[in-house]
């Protein structure tokens, strides 16, 4: 089980399985990286990418192939996994390979799913969907809650307004803590702009080092991020993926800030 109550939460890797060398050479990179740092590493990647707005769009390898990459990930890398699912039915299949289940932003209401996620007893990582307001993750947790799972993640990954473009409300990671579970940000998918190329989603990758370190200011328990060694050839969000060779220096960095305002909140307490 993930130690993710004591340590900072580093979840990190590719947006999509592009193929089993890079995503297995991504992987090696990140956890020598959290090996010098206090941090819970768990290493991401989705098998199958089924919101993507264009049919033309690259979904990833699929399931059967995707899981068996990930399993090799987990056997060679040894470290945690997380990836996506989007119904019932691929929970079943999943639950042996991943470690955390995640339920993606656009399907964070769907009862069944969740439910199904929640009753594997894994942990359970909530994106909190885009139009939905931060006290109301709260029902999504009572979902996951009923069947007796209290591993659960919460994620910050941007509110929409509509017109191609997500806003951070860090008001939302104070609702949320509020709630008793871990907090994560989404620093990469919060900085996207959907679909705002033509059926392909820009971003911002510039303000994903400042937005982190303000995260890291208001106390949030976690940090979320897709990475890749070339962003700009990513064959899903090439726009706000991280480069790997700046990954360490975003942790360090994060980690001083989460340290300061630690020591704040213990001197304000005395």
Do not use: M, W
């Given at each position: 089980m993930v130690n993710y109550k004591e340590k900072f939460i580093f979840i990190a890797g590719p947006c999509i399985i592009e193929d089993k060398d890079l995503t297995l050479d991504i992987a090696f990179y990140l956890k020598d990286v959290a090996s010098r740092y206090p941090v819970s590493f768990i290493f991401k990647a989705s098998f199958d990418k089924a919101n993507r707005t264009a049919i033309k769009s690259f979904r990833g390898p699929g399931v059967t192939q995707g899981l068996s990459i990930l399993k090799e990930v987990k056997e060679k890398v040894g470290v945690p996994i997380l990836s996506d699912v989007h119904w019932?039915?691929?929970?079943?299949?999943?639950?042996?390979?991943?470690?955390?289940?995640?339920?993606?932003?656009?399907?964070?209401r769907q009862t069944d799913l969740v439910l199904e996620a929640a009753k594997t007893h894994k942990i359970i990582n909530i994106?909190?969907?885009?139009?939905?307001?931060?006290?109301?993750?709260?029902?999504?947790?009572?979902?996951?809650?009923?069947?007796?799972?209290?591993?659960?993640?919460?994620?910050?990954?941007?509110?929409?307004?509509?017109?191609?473009?997500?806003v951070v409300d860090f008001r939302s990671f104070l609702i949320m803590k509020k709630l008793g579970y871990p907090?994560?940000?989404?620093?990469?998918?919060?900085?996207?702009r959907p679909s705002a190329q033509e059926g392909v989603s820009g971003g911002d990758r510039?303000?994903?080092?400042?937005?982190?370190?303000?995260?890291?200011?208001?106390?949030?328990d976690g940090l979320f991020m897709?990475?890749?060694?070339?962003?700009?050839?990513?064959?899903?969000?090439?726009?706000?993926?991280?480069?790997?060779?700046?990954v360490e220096d975003l942790i360090k960095k994060v980690l001083e800030v989460r340290n300061v305002t630690k020591q704040g909140e213990l001197n304000s307490q005395r």
């Open positions: 019932p039915d691929q929970v079943r299949v999943c639950k042996d390979v991943l470690d955390v289940i995640q339920i993606p932003a656009f399907l964070c994106k909190k969907g885009q139009l939905l307001a931060p006290q109301d993750v709260r029902y999504i947790v009572e979902k996951v809650e009923s069947v007796g799972n209290k591993n659960i993640l919460l994620t910050e990954r941007g509110a929409s307004f509509g017109y191609n473009n997500l907090v994560i940000y989404d620093a990469t998918h919060s900085l996207q510039e303000f994903v080092f400042p937005l982190s370190l303000s995260a890291a200011a208001c106390g949030v897709e990475v890749h060694p070339r962003p700009q050839k990513a064959l899903s969000d090439k726009h706000t993926s991280y480069p790997l060779e700046k």
